[in-house]
Nanobody, 126 residues
Framework: QVQLVESGGGLVQAGGSLRLSCAAS????????MGWFRQAPGKEREFVAA????????YYADSVKGRFTISRDNAKNTVYLQMNSLKPEDTAVYYC???????????????????WGQGTQVTVAS
């Protein structure tokens, strides 16, 4: 089992930046691939970014590529999502997710992740 707690959300003007953090506790964090997803009101939860257990492999949704960066610090049991050049359409609740897979694996589908945080709200004003 692993427990996940997101933080860092808030209200920001379009063009601004935020950094989300996801702190993990429980099982060995470095054994888990991690992902970030988001859900806007009335929409399905969608993939944003993912990172393998070592941090050597990352993947981004086309909508955030070049603006968002996912990273992790296994010594701190934390994964980050640096969000730059934010747009109003980035407004959503952001969730981090974990899956106990090693190697270069990362998941792009929410069904591939067993553990989820409670989410943090990101609101981008135009």
């Amino acid at each position: 089992q692993v427990q996940l707690v997101e933080s860092g959300g808030g209200l920001v003007q379009a063009g601004g930046s935020l950094r989300l953090s996801c702190a993990a506790s429980g099982r060995i964090f470095s054994s888990y691939a991690m992902g970030w997803f988001r859900q806007a009101p009335g929409k399905e939860r969608e993939f944003v970014a993912a990172i393998s257990w070592s941090g050597g492999s990352t993947y981004y949704a086309d909508s955030v590529k070049g603006r968002f960066t996912i990273s992790r610090d296994n010594a701190k049991n934390t994964v980050y999502l640096q969000m730059n050049s934010l747009k109003p359409e980035d407004t959503a609740v952001y969730y981090c997710a974990a899956e106990a897979r090693g190697g270069s694996w990362y998941g792009l589908d929410r069904a591939e992740y067993d553990y989820w945080g409670q989410g943090t709200q990101v609101t981008v004003a135009s």
